[in-house]
C-alpha cells in the first residue's frame, strides 16, 4: 500500500474524538476515548470499524478469471444471482498467494463483481501483501489477458460488529431489500448488495472476529456517508484496538501480524478455508499437497490462554518446558481479554508440545 494512502474516513473519525495510530505504516484509529465502551457496543450492540487501511484492487481483461486461478489457492467465485426486486448476492472466496515453495506472499478475499471481462474481480489486501502481491501479478499475470488497477481511492470499506448489525444494514444500506435475518443467515463471504456490486453497496459476513460482523465494500462517497448514518443511528466508532482483541478472541490470524512470507498456510491453520484441494495446478501447490498426503509442519499457531501474567510483546520467546530452556516457539499477538478476562495470545509452538514456559510460567498448549 502507498505510504501516503489515507482513508477518507480518518478526518471524519478524529472529528468524532479518534486517536490515531500507526499500522504497518499505515495511519489508522486507535480508539475513541473508550475502548471498554468500544468493546462493549461490538460486543452487546453494534460498533463500526474503518478497514479502508486494505488494498483494493481490480482485475479484469479477457481472462482474468483464468489468469488467478492459476496463481490463487482457493476456490473462484461463484457466478451472481439476481432476484426480482434487484438483489444481486454471491460468495467471496478466500486465498492464500503462495511462492513455489508454498511460502505465503498474502491472503486475500476475491470478489467477482459481474461479468467477468467487463466488470472483473475486487481483490481485498491486507496492507502487508500489497506490494509482494502485485510484484507476483508483474511476473505471472499477461497484460494482454488480465490488468490490476488499484481501486483503493474510489472504493472503501467498514465493518459493522455487533447483534444490532444486522438490522441496521438491511435498513441503511440494502434499503430493506435484504432482512435482518436474512442477512443474520448468511455464511461467511457471502454477500449481496442492492443494484450491481461494481457501483453500489457490498455487504459481506465476516468472520474475523467473534461477533456478529458484516464488511461493506462500495464507493467511498456512499460507505462514508453509510459510516455516519450508522453513528447517527446509534453505532458506536471503534479502532484498531478493540478490533485487535475481538479478532484475537476469535483465535483468526491477520497477515502481517501473524503471518508473513515465512509461513506455510498449514502452520496458521487457514488451509480448510484457503485450500482447494479440487482445483487444477497452482503455484505452491505441490508443497501444500506433500504435507497434506505424506508430511508434516514443525509447528502451528495456537490460541494460548495466559491467565493474568503481564500482556506479552509480539515475538516474545516460549521455551521448552523440559528444563532445557531451548526456544520452542513465540508470541505474534496478545490482548487482554474481557471475554474469557484473562490474557490471550496466538503464538507459533513447536508441534507435540502439551506445555510452554513464557516469562517463568508454565502455560497450557491446546491440542
Not at 16 to 41: S, W
Request: proline share 6%; aromatic share 6%.
Amino acid at each position: 500500500m502507498s505510504g501516503g494512502r489515507v482513508s477518507p474516513l480518518l478526518s471524519r473519525m478524529e472529528g468524532a474524538g479518534g486517536i490515531a495510530t500507526k499500522y504497518q505504516g499505515q495511519t489508522l484509529i486507535r480508539h475513541f476515548g473508550d475502548p471498554a465502551e468500544e468493546y462493549l457496543a461490538a460486543t452487546e450492540r453494534s460498533a463500526v470499524f474503518d478497514r479502508s487501511h486494505r488494498s483494493r484492487l481490480v482485475v479484469s481483461g479477457r481472462a482474468p478469471g483464468q489468469m488467478l486461478n492459476g496463481i490463487l489457492s482457493g476456490q473462484m467465485p461463484r457466478a451472481l444471482m439476481e432476484s426480482d426486486q434487484g438483489v444481486f448476492s454471491s460468495s467471496a472466496t478466500y486465498h492464500a498467494v503462495l511462492t513455489p515453495k508454498g511460502k505465503m506472499l498474502t491472503d486475500l478475499w476475491l470478489i467477482l463483481l459481474g461479468d467477468e471481462e467487463t466488470s472483473g474481480f475486487l481483490l481485498d489486501v491486507p496492507v502487508a501483501g500489497e506490494e509482494p502481491l502485485l510484484k507476483n501479478f508483474g511476473k505471472l499475470l499477461p497484460p494482454r489477458l488480465a490488468v490490476v488497477e488499484d481501486a483503493s481511492d474510489r472504493l472503501a470499506t467498514i465493518t459493522v460488529v455487533g447483534p444490532d448489525s444486522a438490522e441496521a444494514l438491511s435498513d441503511l444500506a440494502l434499503g430493506n431489500k435484504v432482512t435482518a435475518e436474512e442477512l443474520c443467515g448468511l455464511g461467511e463471504g457471502e454477500w449481496c448488495s442492492i443494484g450491481s456490486p461494481a457501483q453500489s453497496l457490498l455487504v459481506m459476513r465476516t468472520g474475523d472476529v467473534w461477533p456478529e460482523a458484516y464488511s461493506v465494500l462500495g464507493p467511498t462517497d456512499l460507505v462514508t456517508e453509510l459510516w455516519g448514518a450508522l453513528v447517527v443511528g446509534g453505532a458506536q466508532p471503534a479502532g484498531l484496538g478493540v478490533w485487535s482483541t475481538l479478532r484475537v478472541e476469535a483465535g483468526r490470524p491477520a497477515f502481517g501480524t501473524d503471518m508473513d512470507n515465512k509461513t506455510i498456510p498449514v502452520e496458521a491453520g487457514i488451509e480448510n478455508r484457503a485450500i482447494d484441494h479440487t482445483k487444477g495446478c497452482y503455484t505452491g501447490q505441490e508443497v501444500i499437497v506433500r504435507i497434506r498426503d505424506r508430511g508434516h509442519v514443525n509447528r502451528s499457531l495456537k490460541r494460548l490462554e495466559l491467565g493474568d501474567m503481564p500482556t506479552p510483546a509480539k515475538g516474545q520467546e516460549l521455551f521448552a518446558n523440559d528444563g532445557t530452556e531451548r526456544p520452542v516457539g513465540w508470541i505474534t499477538s496478545a490482548v487482554e481479554s474481557p471475554r474469557y478476562g484473562e490474557v490471550l495470545a496466538l503464538a507459533y509452538v513447536k508441534q507435540g508440545l502439551e506445555t510452554v514456559i513464557l516469562d517463568g510460567q508454565e502455560v497450557a498448549v491446546p491440542a
